[in-house]
Structures are given as C-alpha cells and as structure tokens.
C-alpha cells in the first residue's frame, strides 16, 4: 500500500509540488546533469544535450505565453530552489495501463533528508490517482541505497538487463568460417522483432522495457530520409526460415559519433548463432568510422559472452523493477 503524501501547492516555499515545465525545466536538466554527468555513455551525453535545448525552448516559450505547464512528474524545493527531481510518465505499450518513475536525483547537499522518499511516495499517489495498474522503473545494481528505497515500497525485480559500451580504441576482430543467411528488414517484419523479444524477456520486463513492435519498424524510404536528416544512418537484418532467431540493427549516429547495436538472439540458440550475430555487426559497423558502440543485452546468455570477446565492458547493470497498484 502507498504510503500518501501530501503534494504541497505549487508555489510553497518548501517540499514536494508537481513539475512546471515553464519555469523548472532549465533547473531540473542541471540537477540531472550534476547527479548523472558522470556516468553517461555518448548517447545520454546526446540526450542530456537534447534536454539543455529543449529547457531552453521551454524558457522563450513560456515569455511568450504559448507552454503547455502539464505536469510531468514531481520536483523538491528549497526556498523555491529546485533540489530534487522524480520524472512520471505513461509507460507504453499504453494498453498495460502502467507508468514509468525516471531520473530520481537529489542535489548532494541535500541528500539523507528523505527527499527521494517524499518524490517516490507523490509519483506512487500520482498513479493511483491516474487509476495506473503499475508503475515501473530501472535502477543500477550497484545502488543498493536506492533499490532498498524502492522495495520499501513494494518495487519487486522483474528482470535485469546489462548495459554494454565497446570502447573507441579496440581493435576489430577478423571472423572467418561459415556465416547465417541475413536479409534485409522490412517496416512490416516490426511483429517478428517483437516475437523475438517475447521469446528473449518475460512479460513484466518487457513492459518497464516498454518493448513494442514500433520499436522495430526498420527500413523504407521514408524512415531512413528522417534518420539521414537527423544525422543517423541505420541497417537492420533478420536471419531465421519460419521465425526470426537472430535480429540485428546498426545504427549510427554522425553527430554525435557513436554507434548503437540492437542485438536479438533466442534462447535456443548457441553459441555459433551467437558468433554469426555479432560477426555480421561487426562487418557491418566497420564500413563506418571506429567510434563507441553501445549495446543492451541480458545477463549471461552465449551472445553477451561473445559481445565481452570482442571487446565490449559493461558500462552498467540495470534492475527493472515494477510496482503492482
């Protein structure tokens, strides 16, 4: 049961009050930066710049009256300074009726103060409010101080996932022997994508992994004109008769130099499945410049030892953690 809390009125002085885009956003992106700067990998430093520009969109938007002020999660505050930051929002699929808890910080002055346990306590009354029937979250496994906060509460693990980066300067390894055939993928093969990640992570993971088939709509002109635009290039393959058994998508990003890996093995499969998959991304990712490249993987499987042999560190162990309202 949810403990409930008393959301103050949002121009108190002191404690928890619901987010104000207009007037916090630039606040809240700094907090974060300062609680989570240091452990990014290239992609979150892209988001973390992504978020600087869009506060700042914020700040001239709200001079000029046009804001939409929504709430979208909940901040402490100190003297109207803004010391603690909880995000909440609609979790998809939509049809799981879940939300999902993101960038918890709390400014280090002002840690041990019961901060974080007043933001989690708002989002769990927010939810129940909303009529959510879950609320989901991922918290690193060496954070044991936050994870015990959260299964105070109810949070119970589903599932566990690693969060890989293969540095810059590793050398590429050279495959030889008999490879898998591949095709190209096709925005209508999104539902065998999907199958596959069925079959790789149970239901209530794949719901705080917010795992879809629009996730996987690869490929078309269209999608790769937007990608080009962006400053991202993109390549996807599937290899499998009847179903898909190995999926791999590259992408790249040339803004900001990084490349990312989506890579999908079923269980069933061993460990030259697993050789061929990453094998084919490797090939695949050398046509383009040796930056960093990330990769999200379960734990222990024949295709996340084949990852560590090519060079890959992991970068963070995430828990997913899911609260049933």
């Given at each position: 049961?949810?403990v409930?809390?008393?959301?103050?009125?949002?121009?108190?002085?002191?404690?928890?009050?619901?987010?104000?885009?207009?007037?916090?956003?630039?606040?809240?992106?700094?907090?974060?930066?300062?609680?989570?700067?240091?452990?990014?990998?290239?992609?979150?430093?892209?988001?973390?710049?992504?978020?600087?520009?869009?506060?700042?969109?914020r700040?001239?938007?709200?001079?000029?009256?046009?804001?939409?002020?929504?709430?979208?999660?909940?901040?402490?505050?100190?003297?109207?300074?803004?010391?603690?930051?909880?995000?909440?929002?609609?979790?998809?699929?939509?049809?799981?009726?879940?939300?999902?808890?993101?960038?918890?910080?709390?400014?280090?002055?002002?840690?041990?103060?019961?901060?974080?346990?007043a933001?989690?306590?708002?989002?769990?009354?927010?939810?129940?409010?909303?009529?959510s029937?879950?609320?989901?979250?991922?918290?690193?496994?060496?954070?044991?101080?936050?994870?015990?906060?959260?299964?105070?509460y109810g949070?119970?693990?589903?599932?566990?996932?690693?969060?890989?980066?293969?540095?810059?300067?590793?050398?590429?390894?050279v495959?030889?022997?008999?490879?898998?055939?591949?095709?190209?993928?096709?925005?209508n093969?999104?539902?065998?994508?999907?199958?596959?990640?069925?079959?790789?992570?149970?239901?209530?993971?794949?719901?705080?992994?917010?795992v879809?088939?629009?996730?996987?709509?690869?490929?078309?002109?269209?999608?790769?004109?937007?990608?080009?635009?962006?400053?991202?290039?993109?390549?996807?393959?599937?290899?499998?008769?009847?179903?898909?058994?190995?999926?791999?998508?590259?992408?790249?990003?040339?803004?900001?130099?990084?490349?990312?890996?989506?890579?999908?093995?079923?269980?069933?499969?061993?460990?030259?499945?697993?050789?061929?998959?990453v094998?084919?991304?490797?090939?695949?990712?050398?046509?383009?410049?040796?930056?960093?490249?990330?990769?999200?993987?379960?734990?222990?499987?024949?295709?996340?030892?084949?990852?560590?042999?090519?060079?890959?560190?992991?970068?963070?162990?995430?828990?997913?953690?899911?609260?049933?309202?």
């Amino acid at each position: 049961m949810a403990v409930k809390v008393k959301v103050r009125h949002k121009t108190a002085k002191r404690g928890v009050r619901p987010v104000n885009p207009a007037r916090d956003m630039a606040a809240i992106v700094e907090l974060i930066a300062m609680g989570f700067e240091r452990e990014l990998d290239p992609q979150g430093r892209k988001m973390l710049a992504q978020m600087r520009q869009a506060a700042r969109h914020r700040v001239l938007a709200s001079l000029a009256g046009t804001v939409n002020a929504d709430s979208t999660g909940f901040v402490w505050v100190e003297g109207r300074r803004v010391v603690g930051n909880l995000s909440l929002r609609n979790a998809l699929p939509g049809r799981t009726r879940g939300e999902m808890i993101g960038n918890v910080v709390v400014h280090p002055d002002y840690r041990g103060m019961g901060i974080g346990r007043a933001l989690v306590e708002a989002a769990i009354d927010a939810a129940q409010l909303h009529q959510s029937r879950w609320i989901g979250l991922e918290v690193r496994n060496d954070n044991p101080v936050a994870a015990g906060l959260y299964a105070r509460y109810g949070f119970r693990e589903v599932g566990r996932q690693l969060h890989l980066l293969r540095p810059a300067d590793v050398p590429w390894p050279v495959f030889d022997g008999p490879s898998r055939a591949w095709r190209t993928s096709q925005p209508n093969d999104r539902l065998l994508w999907a199958d596959l990640a069925n079959a790789i992570y149970p239901e209530k993971q794949r719901w705080v992994l917010e795992v879809r088939p629009s996730l996987y709509k690869f490929g078309g002109f269209e999608r790769k004109l937007n990608l080009w635009l962006s400053g991202m290039q993109e390549q996807a393959w599937l290899c499998g008769e009847q179903r898909a058994q190995l999926a791999l998508r590259v992408k790249t990003e040339r803004r900001h130099k990084f490349h990312f890996w989506d890579v999908l093995a079923h269980p069933a499969e061993d460990d030259l499945a697993a050789r061929a998959l990453v094998a084919k991304a490797c090939v695949a990712t050398r046509r383009f410049r040796f930056w960093p490249v990330i990769a999200f993987v379960p734990e222990d499987t024949a295709l996340t030892r084949m990852l560590f042999n090519v060079g890959f560190k992991v970068h963070r162990a995430l828990v997913q953690m899911m609260l049933e309202l």
